[in-house]
């Protein structure tokens, strides 16, 4: 299994971003893909997860409303679209997937594979 994670970049304030994760061995709606973030000197926290491309999608609350994440199965794909971008946005941004339905989705031991991070800078 390998997780590309790609898309990031340096944006203004309000500026807009889309991450892209393509997924190789894996079957997307066998697993729960997840978006996870970690700026400097912070723990990873999660930023969104979906676990099936006909599911309910979850967004932790400093990103809901701002980021959509999305899949696409016939690419193997997983996206997060971000709008409206704030420089507490700034981290580095991963791709996670674990096998099944996570009851919390959040736990980032919980996952088995990682993409390698992409950077996302927002300047002020």
């Known amino acids: 299994v390998q997780l590309q994670a790609s898309g990031g970049g340096l944006v203004q304030t309000g500026g807009s971003l889309r991450l892209s994760c393509a997924a190789s061995?894996?079957?997307?709606?066998?697993?729960?893909i997840s978006w996870f973030r970690q700026a400097p000197g912070k723990e990873r926290e999660g930023v969104a997860c979906?676990?099936?491309?006909?599911?309910?999608?979850y967004y932790e609350d400093p990103v809901r409303g701002r980021f959509t994440m999305s899949s696409n199965n016939a690419e193997n794909t997983v996206y997060l679209q971000m709008n409206g971008l704030k420089p507490e946005d700034t981290a580095v941004y991963y791709c996670?997937?674990?096998?099944?339905?996570?009851?919390?989705?959040?736990?980032?031991?919980?996952?088995?594979?990682w993409g390698q991070g992409t950077q996302v800078t927002v300047s002020s």
């Open positions: 996670a997937a674990a096998w099944g339905v996570l009851p919390d989705w959040g736990l980032p031991l919980a996952y088995d594979y």
């Open positions: 061995g894996l079957i997307l709606d066998e697993y729960t």
């Open positions: 979906i676990t099936s491309s006909s599911g309910p999608v």
